[in-house]
């Protein structure tokens, strides 16, 4: 079993596979459905009751009725109508548990027959008999939700056979015949939705609901009402029928007369012509009584189609409003209208009524008026609408103040949005008196609709401040939004317009969203959308538009058509029954798709007919369960043809078709097949040939525009498809709506200085106007703007949002479903600007004069002028007798234009009263208030009156200027001047002081000394001879301030010498006018001066500036707050401006420099000057000795009038170009010229500059040298020549030269960063000399010189020297054999730099004891044998030519202690090492001999004393024989001597010395050699035959060659040091012997290098000596970097 999908009530589930199942064709679920078996279906759900009438829950078991039990039916508002609706539910009866009470009750019958009304109620009707299938109700009470009970009865079923289900639809036609019904069994899935609204959720359930009963009502299944006779048990049923019972029985069918009544009453407005309703009054005028001078206003809201027309009646007469201007305001805007009386008198009380009507009928609604007067002498001016306070008298049937003074603060003005934007709307409503338990009912309007809250909607109230919130604006949004606020029987109303654009397309020139979708008659499986083209169509024509569907509850869009279509109406097919969707349009023009727009209200896919029947009766509150029954159906019918068949709308691209359920179709429900040919044949093609359409309605479409077709149509059911309707007329495939024409009569008016009223006639022949577009461009600029995106209906609109003084053309262009019109023709061009109104009273009456008839009355200029200048003033005066005024009278007809009149004919000594009111282009203000009263008497006194009309003017923030007028009476004698009085704003009247102490012939006077903030008053009194007079009326209260954005007068000279004034304004307002004054006097017509004033600027001009021009120049700016100034011209000013105007009138053309001359890269020379500024007609002659020249060959002119520059370029200068050089100048009417002379030296000079130039620019074309060769020294204390090249390329090559010797590099030089350099290290006086690069390739070559001789060698070395003193490492000690020695090391030395030393601060003399000098990089003091008197402070002073370097060391205490016992050391080391016992030298290594010959060695030996000598051999004592002689003489000679030596000679000998200091062992080898085979020949060399290895070997001559100086200088050359052989005399050839051990020694510390040298002891023979210097042949010259 399967039940009707379950909604919960906050919709938090939703299962998506209900949409493939759910509400199945009933006629193929029934036929699935076995035969044997039958269920009830039972919906559980709470009472329902409307009225007294209950609707009872029971199981739906069975009932009969009688044949005679007809349902009437024939209500023309169904398309399925039926004549009976049972509807069964369960309900928990606790009283009686075990019945169930049935309850079946009709909907939609017109008449209810007498036999057709017996129900069953009683629980005896369903008796064991009638074995009814009993479902609990509490079961259902608690929810169950995936499963439904069937029960069977195994005594009773109620149909003896099982029968094939019948669908049936009920005719019209046979109201009162009695059908049979039977409910079929619906299947669905339990179903839960989430994320809906309330209002969805509303239009979910009632889509369920309609379902089920539906099914119930129209396909006859599940309640059978059968032709049976009555079974004996309900005879009996009946007969036992209790009065109790038939008094309710009674009792429910009245109330279900009731309701059948209300729901017959609902349904006829939708009748057939369902948009045309008879005018009804939803809120009607409420009567009023008030008292005279009141305004009244009466409201009411009409409802109707079309729209009534309200007239309004007093006492049955028409009010017309044009016969009683300004006495009657009638107003209708969006439903809502009024009728204001204003300052009713006692003749306004009356009966008035309200009377609206249009085609469907007329009603009227009444109100009445009492006007009241008050008793006593009341001035009646005093209760003015606007002036009257709160009567503490009235009060309320509530008891509160029977008026409410309702005021709107911080208003929300006119807003502008864009779509998808937050705008929010608030006013804060302050009312008097406030009542705390009397809250006020806020209610908001949108074009006259209230407004409900919504999710596009949000409404406040704090108590204070009422607010709205748009959250999610939309163009559906734009319109006239009003506020009422009501309080009791009082209410106002504040309205402002909200204008919202479209939003940025995603693609550029697309068109703006359609608006305002709408669902219109929707049907079972058809709806019509509706929508409203958009104002902007992106630049490109609107081609068409796309309709998307989404099904409530999801989120997925589905597009209803493939092409786009045009007309703004389109009828959406294939909708599923029951389902709610909501749709959204998209525009398209060749640019692209515009944005959606808003989605519309849910719709939901049902018949009209039941969505009405559910809105006026739902089943029941909703549970979410529906419960049906299945009976066995009765035999099928086939269906007849429909009726009424019609084309209800056609267009290009569909037709829609209409028609009426048949009068017999059987029982079940019926469907639709729609036919259609071409006309004039009968060739019939069926439309819809796969699934037939169950609504009444259908949209055909792919048929050929320009066509004539015919339509029938077909019903059908299961019984079969039956006839065909009559066809339609031939129907020609096209819009049947044109579009309309374009508007005409396009009138703007001025509204606001940002708003424009523009109105236009309807376009004739017009048809279902939806609204009109309006756009405004400002004149001349070609570009249009919407001024409206939401089509406004009427013929009126306020345009917003323009800017103030711009001028501005609207047009027009209608729109109804077929399209857009074409634009009206443009209007004519108006200037925004605020429209005009009447001004406001007059103020401060005064009497300036008066006599025994007459008096002159003054008064003050109205605040508020109306946006346009005053016209006039008219004065009224009444008399006051007894303090009681009289009626009013009129002083004057024509309006007077001085703010000063004498009134005549005037009554001697009667008092009177006056008023004055102004009036301008709109019309006479209201007067003023009453004056005082004055008495009309003559005036006497001998002083003068008043002064009047006393303004102020130019007010700043420390000064302002007092103007004034005479006074009318002079009194006896004339008036001689005026003294002006001011006072602060509160101070008393006793703080009055006068501002002059003589008095002023003028009638102005500029105040200085006033405090800026400070308010003041001013009031002037005028003197004469009799003494001073009246003062004058206090002037309003004055601030002395500066206001933002004052601007002064401004005097200027332009380029034709004129002199003017110039004043400017952004203050102004539409009608303001600048006033120029001369000495405060209006300038009437001068003939010497000139006034034009354009926009916010004003200018006077001065044709001939002279003495009658002087004074004092002020300007005032009307209709503004008080915007002024002034300028003096005296004597001194005027001779200035006359003196520039002379100068702008003969102009020179201004110089910012004079005529120069250069000489440029290439040698060229250039002449040039600069102006200030050349215009476009700016020209330039050249001339050279009194002869122009022109731009040629040899001259190249330019003029570049941008910077004012003028050039002319020469390539070379010539002994004949000597002269005078001319620029002439001429800019429209400004010359000028300048002259540049060039002759003698200073043209020689020019030329010269010029040929070096030349050459210069050659040079550079190829390798050449940027920065000249120069010098500088390095860290390392060498001298690095550079020097910067340029352009250079691979194939340069750079040659160095010194002294016109090329120096030889090893290494290409780089050009690494353009630098070349030459490092010379230990740069010395042999370096000086003359030194020189080249640079050169196949392009040219450059040369560079530096020559470093005299003092500029003197400068390096100084350099050289101070580098080499600042590398000195400080003093140290140390300790030699000699004594003590100081020393520092540097970098190298040179002899430039002089060494001296200070002991204890005195200078040093140097003896044998104390030497200094310099080893290597050496620097040094030896104090031999050195004394305590040694010790002390000892400092090296470098000077390096012009500073001197300190090093300082202390040799005393413990430092001189420990230094001085190495010194002790280390003399008796080298006493030691120099007497101790060695061999000096001339033994070999290895002697080899032949054996027999005679070996002779000897060496010398040295000691002191003298050592002992003894031999070794092979280690062992050896001693002198007879073979072996052994000598030792003179204590140094020592030899070896063998006679004949055989191979046991062979061996290692060893000498010994010894002596008391050491000993020493030097050693030999004797090798013998075997004689064997030896001739005479061999005996005869034998001088030759003995070899002797020296220890070292003599450099060869190669070498030595070698290690020769060359010719050419090479850089960083090594010590060599060559060590010549000196045979011994001795030695026999070819035996080599080497020198003695000392020399080989010395020959080894010289290869050694400079380590060797700085170990030796210093011998020095001299006070500075140089030990350790290299030999003259090294050259040192550096490297090439």
């Known amino acids: 079993m399967m039940s009707l999908p379950f909604y919960q009530r906050h919709h938090e589930h939703y299962d998506r596979a209900y949409r493939h199942k759910a509400l199945s064709s009933t006629v193929s679920q029934y036929q699935k459905e076995t ?137 019209e036609d046979k109201e009162n015949e009695a059908l049979d019904y039977s409910v079929p069994i619906f299947t669905g899935r339990q179903v839960n939705i989430s994320g809906i609204t309330d209002t969805e959720e509303e239009r979910i359930k009632e889509s369920a609901a309609y379902v089920a009963k539906r099914n119930l009502f129209a396909t006859g299944e599940g309640v059978s009402v059968s032709k049976v006779a009555k079974t004996t048990s309900e005879e009996e049923h009946h007969e036992k029928k209790s009065r109790k019972v038939a008094i309710r029985e009674s009792a429910e069918r009245v109330a279900m007369k009731k309701t059948l009544e209300e729901t017959q009453a609902f349904h006829r407005k939708l009748n057939q012509d369902k948009l045309l309703h008879p005018p009804e009054f939803i809120i009607e005028p409420r009567s009023h009584t008030i008292w005279e001078k009141e305004n009244v206003r009466f409201n009411c809201s009409v409802a109707g189609w079309p729209e009534p027309r309200v007239t309004w009646y007093k006492n049955n007469v028409p009010i017309d409003v044009q016969a009683h201007p300004g006495k009657y305001i009638i107003q209708s805007r969006y439903g809502l209208h009024s009728l204001e009386i204003t300052e009713c008198d006692f003749d306004d009380t009356a009966q008035y009524h309200a009377s609206a009507m249009n085609v469907k009928g007329e009603v009227s609604v009444y109100a009445s008026l009492v006007v009241k007067r008050y008793k006593g002498e009341i001035d009646a001016s005093l209760l003015h609408a606007r002036n009257l306070s709160l009567s503490p008298f009235a009060v309320t049937p509530h008891g509160y103040a029977s008026r409410f003074e309702i005021s709107f603060v911080d208003k929300f003005d006119v807003a502008f949005g864009r779509e998808g934007e937050t705008m929010s709307l608030g006013c804060t409503v302050v009312i008097n008196p406030d009542i705390k338990r009397f809250k006020p009912d806020i209610e908001w309007y949108r074009n006259g609709v209230p407004i409900t809250p919504s999710k596009w909607v949000q409404m406040q109230w704090s108590g204070e401040r009422a607010s709205l919130t748009l959250t999610h604006a939309n163009k559906e949004d734009e319109g006239l939004y009003t506020l009422r606020v009501a309080m009791g029987e009082y209410y106002e109303e504040y309205s402002g317009y909200v204008f919202v654009r479209d939003a940025d397309a995603e693609i550029p020139g697309a068109p703006g969203a359609p608006l305002d979708v709408q669902c219109l008659d929707a049907n079972k499986d058809y709806v019509i959308v509706s929508w409203k083209q958009p104002a902007v169509d992106g630049g490109n024509p609107i081609l068409g538009y796309f309709i998307d569907r989404c099904e409530v509850g999801t989120s997925h869009w589905t597009q209803c058509n493939e092409n786009p279509v045009k007309f703004a109406r389109f009828p959406v097919t294939g909708l599923i029954e029951g389902r709610s969707y909501i749709f959204r349009v998209r525009a398209v023009n060749k640019a692209g798709v515009s944005l959606p727009s808003r989605v519309s209200e849910p719709v939901a896919a049902l018949d009209p007919a039941d969505r009405a029947r559910l809105k006026s009766h739902p089943s029941a509150p909703w549970t979410g369960q529906i419960i049906v029954t299945e009976e066995e159906p009765a035999e099928g019918v086939v269906p007849g043809p429909p009726t009424d068949l019609q084309v209800i709308e056609a267009t290009k691209n569909y037709v829609v078709l209409s028609w009426k359920p048949p009068g017999q179709r059987g029982h079940e429900g019926i469907m639709y097949f729609v036919e259609k040919c071409v006309a004039g044949t009968e060739d019939w093609q069926r439309v819809n040939t796969e699934i037939p359409v169950k609504s009444p309605r259908f949209a055909v479409f792919d048929l050929s525009e320009g066509k004539s077709y015919c339509f029938r149509v077909r019903c059908c059911n299961s019984a079969g498809i039956g006839e065909p309707s009559e066809a339609t007329e031939a129907t020609v495939v096209d819009d049947k709506l044109d579009i309309p024409k374009a508007p005409g009569r396009i009138m703007p008016t001025r509204n606001t200085d940002t708003s424009v ?286 206001r933002p954005g004052t601007k002064e007068v401004v005097v200027d000279v332009d380029d034709n010498g004129v002199i003017s004034l110039n004043f400017e304004c952004d203050q102004m307002s539409p009608d303001s006018k600048f006033i120029w004054s001369k000495n405060y006097e209006p300038i009437e017509d001068d003939p010497r001066l000139n006034i034009d004033t354009k926009g916010g600027k004003s200018k006077l001009s001065f044709k001939d500036l002279g003495e009658d021009d002087l004074g004092i120049y002020s300007c005032i700016v009307t209709d503004t707050d008080g915007v002024s100034s002034s300028y003096t011209i005296d004597e001194e000013e005027m001779k200035r401006l006359l003196a520039l105007s002379h100068d702008r009138q003969f102009p020179t053309v201004p110089l910012i420099s004079e005529l120069a001359v250069e000489i440029l890269e290439k040698g060229e020379v250039r002449f040039w000057l600069q102006a200030e500024k050349l215009s476009g007609n700016a020209k330039a002659n050249f001339v050279f000795n009194d002869k122009e020249i022109f731009n040629g060959e040899k001259y190249k002119m330019k003029v570049d009038k941008n910077t004012g520059l003028i050039e002319m370029i020469m390539d070379k200068l010539e002994e004949k170009d000597e002269g005078t050089y001319t620029f002439q100048l001429q800019d429209g009417k400004a010359t000028n010229q300048s002259s540049l002379v060039l002759i003698g030296d200073v043209f020689k000079k020019l030329r010269d500059e010029a040929d070096f130039q030349r050459k210069e620019w050659h040079r550079k074309q190829g390798p050449h040298f940027v920065d000249k060769l120069g010098w500088e020294v390095t860290d390392e204390c060498n001298v690095m020549l550079k020097c910067k090249v340029a352009n250079i390329k691979k194939e340069t090559h750079i040659v160095w030269y010194k002294d016109d010797r090329e120096i030889m590099v090893d290494e290409e030089h780089d050009f690494k960063d353009g630098v070349c350099t030459l490092l010379i290290s230990e740069f010395s006086k042999k370096d000086a000399g003359t030194y020189e690069v080249i640079l050169k390739d196949d392009r040219g070559k450059d040369s560079s010189e530096l020559k470093l001789k005299d003092t500029a060698f003197a400068d390096l070395m100084n350099e050289v020297c101070r580098r080499i003193a600042l590398s000195a490492t400080d003093l140290k000690i140390q300790s030699t054999a000699e004594g003590i020695r100081l020393y520092s090391y540097v970098t190298y030395y040179v002899e430039d730099l002089r060494v001296g030393w ?119 004592s050896f001693v002198s024989d007879a073979n072996c002689i052994l000598k030792f003489e003179s204590g140094k000679n020592v030899s070896f001597s063998i006679s004949t030596v055989s191979t046991q000679d062979s061996g290692k000998y060893s000498i010994v010395v010894k002596n008391k200091y050491g000993t020493e062992t030097s050693d030999v080898t004797v090798i013998v050699m075997p004689v064997s085979g030896q001739t005479d020949t061999d005996q005869g060399h034998n001088q030759n035959n003995k070899t002797v290895s020296k220890k070292k070997k003599a450099m060869t001559a190669s070498k030595q060659k070698e290690g020769g100086k060359k010719d050419v200088i090479k850089p960083h050359v090594e010590e060599i040091t060559a060590t010549e052989e000196t045979p011994d005399p001795n030695e026999i050839p070819p035996v080599e012997t080497e020198k003695d051990t000392k020399s080989n020694q010395q020959a080894a510390k010289k290869t050694a290098g400079k380590a060797g040298v700085a170990e030796k002891v210093p011998q020095p023979t001299e006070s500075l000596d140089r030990q350790g210097k290299k030999p003259p042949e090294k050259a040192a010259l550096g490297k090439p970097h």
Request: charged share 25%.
């Open 757 to 1042: 009223v523009v109105t236009w006639t309807e376009p004739p022949d017009a048809k279902e106007l939806v609204g009109y577009y309006i756009e405004s461009s400002v004149e001349g600029s070609g570009r249009w703007e919407p001024c409206n995106n939401n089509p406004v209906k009427g013929t009126r609109f306020v345009c917003h949002g323009l800017s103030t003084g711009e001028k501005y053309i609207f047009r027009v262009r209608a729109v109804n479903a077929a399209g857009l019109s074409e634009f009206s023709q443009e209007s004519e061009a108006i200037e925004v600007k605020a429209a005009i109104a009447a001004p406001s009273p007059p103020y401060d009456i005064v009497v300036l004069e008066s006599v025994r008839d007459s008096m002159v009355l003054g008064w003050k200029q109205p605040e508020a002028i109306g946006g346009t200048e005053i016209t006039g003033y008219y004065v009224n005066y009444r008399e006051v007798v007894d303090g009681v005024p009289g009626k009013w009278k009129e002083a004057n007809i024509k309006a007077v234009t001085e703010r000063a009149y004498r009134i005549q004919n005037l009554k001697e000594n009667m008092v009177y009263q006056f008023q004055v009111a102004a009036a301008n282009l709109a019309g006479v203000g209201a007067p003023s208030k009453p004056s005082k009263p004055f008495k009309c008497e003559e005036w006497t006194i001998a002083v003068p009156g008043p002064p009047h009309d006393v303004k102020c003017t130019e007010v700043r923030k420390d000064s302002l200027v007092l103007l004034w007028k005479e006074p009318v009476y002079s009194g006896r004698s004339p008036i001689v001047g005026y003294y002006v009085d001011m006072k602060e704003t509160e101070a008393k009247e006793e703080h009055w002081r006068s501002v002059n102490e003589k008095p002023l012939q003028k009638k102005f006077l500029k105040i200085g000394g006033l405090t800026q903030g400070v308010s003041y008053v001013f009031r002037v009194r005028a003197t004469n001879q009799a003494g001073v007079g009246k003062p004058s009326d206090v002037t309003d209260a004055v601030i002395a301030e500066t």
């Open 35 to 171: 035969k044997s078996k039958s269920a009830v279906y039972a919906q559980g759900s709470a009472a329902y009751t409307r009225g007294s009438a209950a609707y009872r829950h029971s199981s739906a078991a069975g009932f009969s009725l009688d044949s005679s039990a007809a349902y009437s039916h024939g209500s023309s508002a169904y398309d399925l109508d039926s004549a009976v609706y049972s509807h069964g539910s369960t309900a928990y009866d606790r009283s009686a548990a075990q019945s169930k009470r049935s309850a079946a009750y009709s909907l939609d019958s017109e008449s209810l027959s007498t036999s057709s009304a017996a129900y069953s109620h009683a629980s005896e009707s369903i008796n064991k008999l009638a074995a009814a299938y009993r479902l609990g109700s509490e079961a259902y009470s608690f929810g169950l939700k995936n499963s439904n009970l069937m029960i069977e009865d195994q005594s009773y079923k109620m149909s003896p056979k099982a029968k094939r289900a019948k669908q049936s639809l009920i005719s």
């Open 1398 to 1516: 200070v002991h204890n601060d005195t200078q040093i003399k140097f003896t044998d004891r104390m030497r200094t000098g310099v080893t290597g990089e050496q620097i040094w003091l030896q104090i031999n044998e050195p004394t305590p008197q040694d010790k002390g402070r000892y400092i090296m002073e470098l000077f390096d030519g012009n500073t001197t370097h300190k090093k300082t060391v202390d040799l005393s205490g413990q430092a001189f202690d420990e230094a001085f016992a190495e010194f002790q050391r280390l003399k008796q080391a080298a006493i030691a090492e120099k007497n101790r016992a060695r061999v000096l030298g001339g033994l070999p290594d290895v002697v080899t001999i032949q054996e027999g010959k005679a070996l002779n060695l000897s060496c010398t030996v040295w000691g002191d004393p003298t050592p002992e000598v003894s031999w070794l051999k092979n280690e062992k």
